[in-house]
């Protein structure tokens, strides 16, 4: 069975960063999509950032380049989410998750890349950390 359980979230003022950590298991795939997406109260889930472990591909949304920075350690299972700069409007509950179609394929890297275009249909989806951004 697939999980995974997000940590890392808190309370920090604006200016601030915070590494929230993927703790994943139940799985054996390689050259799949990961991805952060966050939802904030009103708002639609949206994807923040993703990485295609199968060629190393990252991508960032539009409002958070150059503030956030995806990684993976793929001994420890983890991926992790790095933000600097934290703006008020970053304020949402922040969710990994896993898509495990078109393993090894650039399909896979163009739906990591979707991810962060509006694209939201992955397969596995861990619980959630909160992040709250205070001006």
């Known amino acids: 069975q697939v999980q995974l359980v997000e940590s890392g979230g808190g309370s920090v003022q604006a200016g601030g960063s915070l590494k929230l950590s993927c703790a994943a298991s139940?799985?054996?795939?390689?050259?799949?999509?990961m991805g952060w997406f966050r939802q904030a109260p009103g708002k639609e889930r949206e994807g923040v950032a993703a990485?295609?472990?199968?060629?190393?591909?990252?991508y960032l949304a539009d409002s958070v380049k150059g503030r956030f920075t995806i990684s993976q350690d793929n001994d420890k299972n983890t991926l992790y989410l790095q933000m600097n700069s934290l703006k008020p409007e970053d304020t949402a509950m922040y969710y990994c998750?896993?898509?495990?179609?078109?393993?090894?394929?650039?399909?896979?890297?163009?739906?990591?890349?979707?991810?962060?275009?509006?694209?939201?249909?992955?397969?596995?989806w861990g619980q959630g950390t909160q992040v709250t951004v205070s001006s």
């Open positions: 139940g799985y054996t795939y390689s050259g799949f999509c």
């Open positions: 998750a896993a898509d495990f179609s078109h393993l090894h394929s650039r399909l896979s890297d163009a739906r990591c890349r979707g991810a962060v275009l509006g694209g939201n249909d992955f397969g596995y």
């Open positions: 990485i295609y472990t199968g060629g190393g591909s990252t």
